[in-house]
């Protein structure tokens, strides 16, 4: 009785998290918030959705049906997945946009935008210790 409603609980959690990512990615004004939006809650959502899936694997597993492992084991593989790839495509997402030129509505400070890329930062450094030794040398 007590499992059940813990259960209830999580999916109801689950369900609030998703249907305010739904919500996020509609009000908000670019890219950047709403992949804040899809990403946090989605992923806080699946976390308490597959939660109670798991509970529910538990449960039947514990009345003696074997497919309640098999339920538990493939929601928390699912669960590590969604928890590595969410916010590594959201980033992926997010620096694409940025070097696209896609600014953000509101900003009032861009960290990122008069940083040198990594290349030109490994060509001027490259190019200074070779240019040192050759001096040293002589």
Not at 13 to 36: E, M
Request: net charge positive; proline share 3%.
């Amino acid at each position: 009785m007590i499992f059940d409603i813990i259960i209830y609980v999580f999916l109801g959690i689950g369900v609030f998290f998703n249907v305010l990512a739904g919500v996020g990615l509609l009000r908000f004004p670019d890219v950047y918030t709403r992949l804040h939006a899809g990403t946090k809650c989605t992923t806080f959502g699946s976390i308490f959705i597959i939660g109670s899936v798991i509970l529910i694997g538990f449960k039947n597993w514990w009345s003696g049906d074997l497919n309640g492992s098999v339920l538990v084991i493939h929601s928390a593989f699912a669960l590590i997945a969604i928890l590595l790839t969410n916010p590594v495509s959201a980033h992926a997402i997010a620096r694409a946009a940025h070097k696209s030129g896609v600014m953000p509505a509101q900003a009032v400070i861009d960290e990122l935008q008069d940083k040198p890329t990594e290349k030109s930062t490994r060509k001027k450094t490259s190019s200074k210790t070779a240019f040192s030794k050759k001096e040293g040398e002589q």
